[in-house]
């Protein structure tokens, strides 16, 4: 069974500070890769995805992720966080042969201090 | 922009009474799907429905669980006789379909569920 791991469960920064956020998945096969963000009292949002082509996506509010898929790995970057940016966020993949289920991580807190 | 809609949000219940969670879809999406996350734990995947009818389901989702799409718009999840450990934020979910490689899934707000 696929699962996803996501090593940073609390993340403290400042704000200007850049960021990364590891997310690791087990599976051989071709996968569809996400990255929700839920806000404080709000839902799940999309914030970016990757399928197939340039393994660098871009995503909203300045963030962006590499797929890198020798290293099975998915990590969100942004080069300078923002006080709103505080948020928990999520790392997902889907299997191409799990029909449509998404498979989460444990997600990553992040504060970013003013 | 669209937004997929759960009510209620806060549920509370006794032990072995059913609940029914409902969830509005975005209108044109065909894929319909639940999740839930139990406090601390990761967000789990339930079940899928297309076209009236399951399409995948987790071991999670065993016969106390049943979802109905009772009309055109609403997209049920009902628990038959609740356990302590059905505690949980249910989150539905919908997308486009009917390409289903390729899929960006939609996330309501969550219902809170607490079974006493």
């Known amino acids: 069974a696929q699962s996803v791991s996501q090593h940073n469960h609390h993340v403290i920064l400042s704000e200007a500070a850049s960021l990364e956020l590891g997310c690791n998945y087990s599976y051989g096969g071709t996968v569809n890769l996400f990255w929700y963000v839920q806000y404080p009292g709000q839902h799940l949002q999309l914030l970016l995805k990757y399928f197939s082509g340039d393994p660098l996506v871009k995503g909203i509010k300045g963030f962006e992720a590499e797929f890198i898929k020798s290293k099975f790995s998915f990590n969100l970057r942004k080069p300078s966080v923002q006080w709103s940016d505080t948020a928990e966020y999520f790392c997902a993949v889907n299997a191409n042969n799990a029909g449509n289920m998404l498979t989460f991580g444990g997600g990553t807190r992040l504060m970013v201090k003013p | 922009e669209p937004e997929v809609t759960q009510t209620p949000s806060h549920q509370v219940t006794q032990m072995g009474q059913e609940v029914i969670l409902r969830c509005v879809p975005i209108?044109?999406?065909?894929?319909f799907y639940w999740y839930r996350q139990i406090l601390g734990q990761k967000v789990e995947f339930l079940v899928s429905f297309y076209n009236n009818e399951i399409s995948e389901k987790s071991e999670i989702f065993d016969d106390q669980f049943s979802v109905e799409r009772p009309d055109g718009s609403n997209f049920t999840l009902k628990i038959r006789s609740t356990k302590l450990e059905d505690s949980a934020m249910y989150f539905c979910?919908?997308?486009?379909?009917?390409?289903?490689?390729?899929?960006?899934?939609?996330f309501g707000p969550g219902t809170r569920l607490l079974v006493l």
């Open positions: 979910a919908s997308s486009e379909g009917p390409d289903r490689t390729v899929e960006t899934q939609y």
């Open positions: 209108s044109n999406h065909l894929y």
